[in-house]
């Protein structure tokens, strides 16, 4: 993910499901509220029906060059003000993070201490430099 907004191919870690998961026949996804909540605290309020592409579309764009299989899990990314760098805020260690979704329910988590750093190379020097 080279800018970490947009369509992208590369985002398999931190990933978090339920509390229900439903086909796509359930729910009419074009017309979901979503909400996130930090701490009690409404952060955002959304819905499916202002995302930039359509769920169609993006599976259509996943399976560009690619085989998808059966129970393969797609994210549509966040919905328009549903990240916390659009308002300014962070995530801190202790927080409950709760994002809602109509007729799916509450996932509900809580942010965990970052691991610490690990082992690093160190850079080489440039050939050019003395």
């Known amino acids: 993910m080279s800018s970490g907004f947009g369509p992208a191919k590369g985002k398999d870690f931190a990933t978090a499901l339920g509390p229900w998961i439903a086909t796509c026949d359930e729910l009419d996804l074009h017309t979901l509220t979503m ?65 809602e979704i109509s007729g799916l329910g509450v996932l509900r988590n809580r942010i965990g ?3 610490p750093p690990g082992w690093l190379p160190e850079p080489r020097r440039s050939s050019t430099a003395r």
């Open 35 to 99: 909400v996130a909540r930090v701490d009690g605290e409404e952060w955002s309020r959304g819905s499916t029906a202002s995302l930039t592409w359509k769920i169609e579309e993006l599976v259509a764009y996943a399976a560009c060059g690619e085989t998808l299989w059966p129970g393969e899990l797609l994210g549509s990314g966040t919905v328009g003000t549903g990240s916390g760098a659009e308002h300014g805020r962070s995530l801190q260690p202790g927080a409950v993070v709760e994002l």
């Open 113 to 115: 201490q970052p691991e």
